[in-house]
């Protein structure tokens, strides 16, 4: 597979420069140029394969180019040693649970695989990289667990002002580990300037071999993709209709992979979403995207801070604009809506559910009630722990699901008993003093 940017189609590229140098020099993001039709391994598979030979079988078609067979095996298996979790609610209601690992976000998946698939041709080129992130949530945990004995990355993680968390001292690169936290004398979106003003610097992205392990790395898009022929491998001998998803549209990534999957001639029927300012309805009912009326080349560069993938879905849809109306389906979801959806998916499944996830389940309800999908199966995807939203399902339930020691130790505020920092000089500092 080679790979093109959202903003330059005559860029063309491998696997290994798009996860390296994540960001292409137009100020857009990276995107497959080209699928292979996995049709006939995904209708071959079924509940008896892993995962991890999912994501082999997926990895082999996107990096063939590059990489043996053996090797995008190795990559998958190291990366997944678990997997999700598909639960029947009844005959048209699938869950299926992407928190599984060991933080209990979704994010494990994603980053794990990147993180793998980066150490793996590092190793092979004898080169060293440096991710350059920040966070005030669990990812702090997600990237240590990811890079826990790794030899050829390691990781500059900011944090706001009393936000640190997730963290052990093992992990620290003073004590031996891969990670260098730093608490920022400031709010998320200083973190965010400061990133920015580094990945402005050229020269010291080059020197440092500066990526990130956020979405605008399409190493983790690649990674997201994986879910959707695994949940079909389990629904196929229990369902003979169409097949929807039903998801939380976050930063459009889990959308974009879905349509990646659809491409690679996975059987889908549509993927439902709540409706965004973004991605919503249009007067006759179908799917719109309002950011499309704002022409590439007059927008600012990809955020490296906080990257949205609105342009990887517009591209999707540029290929044949019938697409839209006819896969994606934006529902209006009130916060009516979704306490109804989370009392719902209580009392009927004894299911807990985040808010994301009940948005996801409202929008799938809505759908239903206009007369689509009718006879069909819905999936819905879960991304993260329910118990990481205790007090939203409290106040929803009157009570929340118990958090498990693996997912409480993610969020588990940390002391980093270290100066903050102020400046990108400071940060700059630290890259250059990092040694493998």
């Known amino acids: 597979m080679r790979f093109t940017s959202t903003r330059n189609r005559t860029i063309s590229v491998g696997f290994e420069q798009v996860i390296r140098n994540c960001i292409p020099g137009d100020g857009g993001l990276y995107i497959p140029a080209d699928m292979s039709d996995l049709r006939r391994w995904i209708l071959y598979s079924d509940e008896q394969t892993s995962y991890a030979s999912v994501a082999g079988a997926m990895t082999l078609a996107c990096i063939n180019e590059e990489f043996s067979p053996i090797i995008c095996e190795t990559i998958a298996t190291h990366a997944f040693p678990y997997e999700p979790v598909l639960k029947k609610l009844d005959d048209g209601l699938f869950l299926l649970e992407l928190y599984h690992g060991p933080t209990g976000w979704q994010r494990d998946f994603c980053v794990n695989f990147l993180i793998e698939s980066l150490e793996t041709i590092l190793e092979f080129k004898g080169n060293t990289a440096i991710t350059l992130d920040y966070t005030s949530s669990a990812f702090g945990s997600i990237l240590s667990h990811a890079l826990r004995d790794k030899k050829y990355i390691k990781s500059v993680l900011l944090f706001p002002k009393g936000a640190v968390k997730g963290l052990q001292e093992r992990d620290y690169i003073w004590n031996g580990g891969t990670v260098y936290p730093i608490e920022i004398d400031g709010t998320e979106e200083d973190c965010r300037n400061l990133i920015r003003a580094i990945f402005k610097n050229k020269t010291i992205v080059s020197k440092c071999n500066l990526t990130t392990a956020n979405s605008a790395n399409v190493g983790r898009l690649i990674a997201q993709m994986f879910v959707y022929p695994f949940a079909f491998s389990r629904l196929k001998k229990q369902v003979s209709g169409t097949i929807y998803y039903a998801m939380d549209p976050g930063s459009y990534s889990n959308l974009v992979a879905g349509l990646y999957a659809w491409r690679l001639a996975m059987p889908v029927n549509g993927f439902i979403v709540p409706a965004t300012g973004s991605l919503t309805l249009d007067s006759m009912g179908n799917c719109t995207m309002l950011d499309s009326l704002v022409p590439l080349n007059q927008r600012e560069p990809v955020d490296p801070a906080f990257p949205n993938n609105i342009e990887r879905l517009e591209e999707v849809f540029s290929i044949n604009t019938g697409m839209m109306k006819n896969l994606v389906f934006p529902q209006h979801?009130?916060?009516?809506?979704?306490?109804?959806?989370?009392?719902?998916?209580?009392?009927?499944?004894?299911?807990?559910?985040?808010?994301?996830?009940?948005?996801?389940?409202?929008?799938?309800?809505?759908?239903?009630?206009?007369?689509?999908?009718?006879?069909?199966?819905?999936?819905?995807?879960?991304?993260?722990?329910?118990?990481?939203?205790?007090?939203?399902?409290?106040?929803?339930?009157?009570?929340?699901?118990?958090?498990?020691?693996?997912?409480?130790?993610?969020?588990?505020?940390?002391?980093?008993?270290?100066?903050?920092?102020?400046?990108?000089?400071?940060?700059?500092?630290?890259?250059?003093?990092?040694?493998?």
Do not use: W
């Open 333 to 436: 979801v009130t916060d009516e809506d979704t306490i109804s959806a989370v009392k719902e998916l209580f009392m009927k499944y004894g299911q807990y559910a985040d808010k994301s996830t009940a948005q996801a389940y409202a929008a799938a309800k809505k759908m239903r009630e206009k007369g689509n999908c009718e006879g069909g199966t819905i999936v819905l995807l879960a991304k993260n722990d329910p118990a990481l939203s205790g007090n939203f399902v409290r106040h929803c339930l009157g009570e929340a699901p118990a958090m498990a020691d693996n997912v409480a130790a993610g969020i588990a505020p940390t002391n980093l008993n270290r100066p903050l920092v102020r400046t990108p000089d400071d940060i700059i500092s630290v890259l250059s003093s990092l040694t493998f």
